[in-house]
C-alpha cells in the first residue's frame, strides 16, 4: 500500500476507462486464449475448504473465498493496491457520475462495459447487478441458513426487507447502466465507494423462472410468466438451486464470471478449468495455465511434498517449523516463496451466552491465566507477533500507527511558507500521539486471575473448582481438527486455568464443524472456540456488535464498545486522522469487554516452484486473485525478495 486510504468524494464526471480489449464477443475473447506451456498447476492449504463457492452468506472461510475469486469476478469496484484506495474497476465500469441530493443522499451512476460474459457465453448487464442486490439481501436467505448481508446503506433497504417494496436505491437505466444511491442516514462512511461492491450472479441458474423488473420505483423479482400468480422466488427454490449437496450453486456453481470455472469438488477437493470467455481483470490479465487443483496440505509433510512434486503452490503457511523446513530446501529443491502480513489473527472467542462466561472478570480471568508470549513464540516463532486488540498486523491502521506506512500529510511545496510549515508540523505530531499504550496486553498473572474471580464471586468449591449460583467453571475449548496448537494451549493456557480453579477440556473438531458452531447454524455449548478470521478491506466491526444480535458469534453486545465502530465507519472519507483516533477507541473498548482473546497475528508465507513467474501474492489478497496474472516460464536469476526480521522485541518489520 503506497498511500493510506484517501476517499475523496468527487460529484463530477468521470473519464471513460480505456477498454482492456476491442472484441465485445464471447468468441473473440475464446480465439485470443492461447495454450500455456505447463497444462496444471496443484496448489495447497493446510485449512480446508467447506464447499461455500458462492457467497459469504454461509460463512467465510479463508480456502472458501479464494475459490471465490477464481470463480466469480468484475466486481464494480476494487481496491487499488497503488492508490491504497476504492475505486470502479476500469475493467467493468468505462464512466460514472455521482450526485448528492438536497437530502444528502448519494447516487452512483454507473455505464458497464458490454464485453462481459458469462462461462456458458450469457451476457453480464445491470440487470445481473441489480438481482445480486436483491439476492444477497433477501430475507428467504435468512429462512434457509444463511445471514443476508445488511446493506442498510442503500436507500429503499427497509422497505425491501421489511414491507416487499421495490429496492428503490437500486435502479436499473438500461442494460449497461445501473444506478446506486447510498442514504444519507448511513453517511458519512469512511470507505464510501466500498459499500458498491457487487459480482453479478446469474438469475438463470439461481432463480430461474424470475427476472428483475424496474418500473421506475426501484428494482424487483417478479415471475417471468405473469401468469403464474404464486412467486417463484421462494425459499424452497434457492435451498433447491443454491444448497443441493451435488448441483447446488453453493458448491458447484456451473455458470460463473470468473478466471476459471469449477469441473468438481468432493468434499476436500476442487478441480477448475480456465474460462476462454474471461476477458481479464482490472490490470488486464488473464489467466494462462490451464487446469488448477486445490486441495487439503498436511501441515507436516507439505513442503516435502512440494519438493517432490505433489505440490506446484502452497499457500498460507504459517506454522515456523514448516516455514523453517521450506526456506532449507530453497537452493536443493527450486522452490520460491513470497511473504506477506496477515489482514487478521488468530483468537480464542468466548461463547457469552453461556453462564460463566456472560461476566467481563471470568472472560478477564481467563485472559490473564494464557502465557500469550511463549505460545505465540511456540507456535509461530519469528514469523508472528502477539496482538492485544481486533487487528492485524497487514492492515494499513496498524502499519500507520506502527511508523511502518507514514502519515498522510503532504509536504508544502514551499518551505519558506511558515503557516503551511507549521501546519505540517502540527499534522505529523498528531499522527504521532497516535498509539496502543490504552491496551491491557494481558500478560499471565494468575494473581490477578484469582483476584478477579473472588470480586465476582466464584468461590473454590469440594473439587477444586470455581462456582457461583450453582454454575461451575469447568469449561470446553474445541479447535480445528488438524491443528497443532493443542500442545502449546496444555502448556501456556490449561495448566494456569488449573491453577485458578477452572478447568479446561480441549476438543479438536472438524473444521466445517467447528465453523458451523462458530456461527450457530447448530446449537452449541461450547465455551470457548479457537479460530481465526482475515478482515475484508472495508473495515466495519459495527455489523459484528450491533444492537439486534445480529452476529451471534459470541453473542456480546457492549453499547460503548458497538459506538465507538460506529464512529470509525462514520468518519469523513479522507479523514485518515479522525479515523484512526476512533480506531483507537474501538481496540481500548474491545480490549476491555473482550468478547474474544487476541492472539496472534502473523506473515503468511507461499512456497512454490521457482519456476511459477509472476506470482504477486502480496499485491493481492488471495491466491485465487494472484494465479491470474501468473505464469510457468523460466526463473529469475536475481535473488529472492529478501525479508529482515528482527526478532528481539517480537516485532515483524518488512523490507519491500
Known amino acids: 500500500m503506497k498511500k493510506i486510504c484517501a476517499l475523496l468524494l468527487c460529484f463530477l464526471l468521470l473519464p471513460l476507462f480505456p477498454a482492456l480489449g476491442e472484441g465485445t464477443q464471447a468468441e473473440d475473447a475464446a480465439a485470443e486464449t492461447e495454450a500455456p506451456a505447463k497444462e496444471s498447476l ?29 470463480l466469480h469476478a468484475y466486481n464494480l469496484i476494487h481496491w487499488d493496491t497503488e492508490l491504497g484506495m ?60 444463511g445471514s443476508p448481508m445488511r446493506r442498510e446503506q442503500i436507500a429503499g433497504y427497509q422497505a425491501y426487507i421489511e414491507n416487499g417494496e421495490p429496492l428503490s436505491g437500486v435502479r436499473v437505466l438500461s442494460d449497461d447502466t445501473l444506478s446506486v444511491t447510498l442514504d444519507h442516514n448511513y453517511l458519512p ?19 430461474p423462472g424470475v427476472e428483475v423488473r424496474d ?71 488473464r489467466p494462462s495455465i490451464r487446469r488448477l487443483t486445490y486441495t487439503l496440505a498436511d501441515i507436516d509433510t507439505m513442503i516435502g511434498d512440494l519438493a517432490e512434486g505433489r505440490f506446484d503452490l502452497l499457500n498460507k503457511v504459517m506454522r515456523a517449523d514448516t516455514i523453517l523446513d521450506g526456506m532449507n530446501r530453497m537452493g536443493e529443491a527450486g522452490l520460491a516463496f513470497s511473504n506477506y502480513p496477515r489482514l487478521g489473527l488468530s483468537y480464542i472467542s468466548f461463547s457469552c451466552e453461556r453462564p460463566a462466561l456472560s461476566s467481563v472478570k471470568v472472560r478477564q480471568a481467563i485472559a490473564s491465566c494464557f502465557d500469550r508470549d511463549a505460545a505465540v513464540a511456540d507456535y509461530t516463532s519469528a514469523f508472528g507477533m502477539r496482538v492485544d486488540g481486533y487487528f492485524g498486523i497487514g492492515q494499513w491502521m496498524y502499519g500507520l500507527i506502527t511508523g511502518t506506512i507514514p502519515p498522510p500529510v503532504a509536504v508544502p511545496e514551499d518551505a519558506n511558507d511558515a503557516a503551511a510549515m507549521a501546519k505540517y508540523d502540527a499534522d505529523l505530531a498528531a499522527y504521532g500521539e497516535l498509539n496502543l499504550d490504552g491496551l491491557d496486553p494481558y500478560g499471565l498473572d494468575i494473581e490477578k486471575a484469582e483476584a478477579l474471580l473472588e470480586e465476582d464471586g466464584w468461590r473454590l468449591n469440594a473439587e477444586g473448582l470455581r462456582e457461583k ?36 477440556t480441549m476438543e479438536a473438531v472438524p473444521m466445517a464443524e467447528l465453523l458451523s458452531r462458530w456461527y450457530q447454524q447448530e446449537a452449541r455449548e461450547d465455551d470457548l472456540i479457537y479460530l481465526a478470521s482475515n478482515f475484508n478491506i472495508v473495515f466495519d466491526p459495527s455489523v459484528n456488535f450491533a444492537p439486534d444480535g445480529s452476529w451471534t458469534y459470541t453473542n456480546l453486545y457492549d453499547e460503548a464498545l458497538y459506538n465507538a465502530a460506529v464512529d470509525m465507519r462514520t468518519t469523513e472519507p ?17 480490549n476491555t469487554v473482550l468478547p474474544m482473546i487476541p492472539v496472534y497475528s502473523n506473515v503468511y508465507f507461499d512456497f512454490y516452484r521457482e519456476d511459477l513467474q509472476n506470482y504477486n501474492i502480496a499485491e493481492n ?29 517480537g516485532e515483524v518489520v518488512f523490507f519491500e
Open 574 to 590: 479522507g479523514d485518515v486522522l479522525t479515523y484512526m483516533r476512533h480506531w483507537v477507541e474501538f481496540q481500548e473498548r474491545f
Open 215 to 285: 418500473d421506475g420505483m426501484g428494482v424487483y423479482l417478479h415471475n417471468i410468466d405473469d401468469t403464474v400468480e404464486e412467486p417463484l422466488f421462494t425459499p424452497e427454490l434457492l435451498a433447491q438451486t443454491i444448497l443441493d449437496p451435488e448441483t447446488g450453486y453453493q458448491s458447484h456453481p456451473s455458470v460463473v464470471s470468473g478466471p476459471y470455472t469449477i469441473l468438481s469438488w468432493d468434499g476436500t477437493t476442487a478441480e477448475f478449468e480456465l474460462n476462454p470467455i474471461y476477458k481479464g481483470n482490472s490490470r488486464g490479465e
Open 189 to 207: 462512511f469512511f470507505y464510501e465507494m466500498g459499500l458498491l461492491s457487487c459480482n453479478p450472479y446469474p438469475i438463470s441458474v439461481i432463480a
Open 42 to 70: 496443484v496448489v495447497g492449504n493446510p485449512t480446508p475448504m467447506r464447499g461455500q463457492f458462492f457467497t459469504e452468506l454461509w460463512g467465510n472461510s479463508t480456502s472458501d473465498a479464494d475459490v471465490r475469486d477464481l
Open 469 to 504: 449460583d450453582g454454575t461451575v467453571l469447568d469449561l470446553r475449548l474445541i479447535y480445528p481438527e488438524g491443528n497443532s496448537i493443542e500442545g502449546t494451549f496444555a502448556e501456556c493456557f490449561q495448566a494456569n486455568l488449573e491453577k485458578v480453579g477452572i478447568r479446561l
Open 621 to 649: 489478497v488471495t491466491w485465487g486473485q494472484a494465479i491470474v496474472g501468473a505464469y510457468f516460464g523460466q526463473a529469475e536469476e536475481e535473488a529472492p525478495e529478501e525479508t529482515d526480521m528482527d526478532t528481539g522485541d
Open 86 to 145: 476504492f475505486t470502479v474497476d476500469p475493467s467493468v465500469v468505462s464512466g460514472m457520475v455521482v450526485t448528492a441530493d438536497a437530502q444528502g443522499n448519494h447516487t452512483y451512476v454507473m455505464v458497464l462495459y458490454n464485453d462481459m460474459f458469462y462461462s456458458d457465453g450469457s451476457p453480464i448487464t445491470a440487470w445481473d447487478y441489480a438481482f445480486s442486490y436483491l439476492l444477497t439481501i433477501a430475507p428467504e436467505i435468512a429462512e434457509i441458513g
